[in-house]
């Protein structure tokens, strides 16, 4: 396993805004040295005196500037219950990351399926604008239980070459699908777990490649340090020596056919 890279910096938010069923917050860091990527995300302090993991948070943007430093777009849920109020404008959070492995880009130019699902759609409205600007084509499936679930769809129209919406019982059909009409050759997924198996199944029997993340960025419960073990995932035989991949420190962007998805509860 190799540490993930990222150091705790402070953080100001300069702003939020309403992001669908979520809020986008806008933090300002010390300069990064390298450019965030989809697939990415930060750790911050736990907003409730009685917790003890952190909270983690997807990054779905970032830019820098020359002696201004690094601004973080992070998704989040407002869920006051669990996780204490959200931060506001002018508060500074003690901010880790961007932590983990980002999702790859193709090396030449391909078409692509993203499918998202819950906040993470923003993030895969950023990759979709990652993957155009060097030079594929990337359709978005972004997936949920309730309308104002689908998140950035506005931005997500501009930013791919078309957009389907989906509930997860369905997904599986609708990726299968897309993928076979626009003859995609790799498949993106962010977001829960069973989503990412759901993805690297398609893929599978489509004979597609696939790259997933494996842990469930923003969720209760997770530490997104590589110490609870609560990610932890079954590797496929025949991909790497030992059993398990911790994907909050090993990715959190897998292959998808390095996982053993059966194995999973
Ligand atoms: S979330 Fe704790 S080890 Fe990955």
Known sequence: MTAPVGARRAGEVVATRPLGAYRQLSIVVPAIAAPARPGQFVTVPPGRADRVLPRTWWITGEHSEVGFGSTLELVVAENPDEEGPLPEPGDVLAVRGPLGRGFGMPTTPVTAVVVTQGAAGAVGRWLTERLRAVGCAAHLVSCAE????????????????????????????????????????????????????????????????????????????????????????????????????????????????????????
Not at 170 to 177: E, R, S
């Open 146 to 265: 309730d309308p104002d679930q689908h998140v950035d769809l506005v931005q997500a129209r501009r930013s791919a070459d078309g957009v389907v919406l989906t509930e997860p019982r369905a997904v599986a059909a609708v990726v299968a699908d897309l993928t076979d009409r626009t003859a995609a050759s790799v498949l993106y997924a962010v977001g829960p777990v069973s989503l990412s198996r759901t993805v690297a199944r398609v893929a599978s029997q489509l004979v597609r490649v696939s790259q997933v993340t494996g842990v469930e960025v923003g969720a209760v419960g997770i530490c997104g340090h590589g110490l609870c073990g609560g990610c932890d995932l079954p590797l496929a035989a025949g991909h790497r020596r030992g059993e398990r991949s911790r994907p909050c420190f090993d990715g959190p962007v897998l292959r998808g056919d390095l996982v053993d998805w059966e194995r999973l509860p």
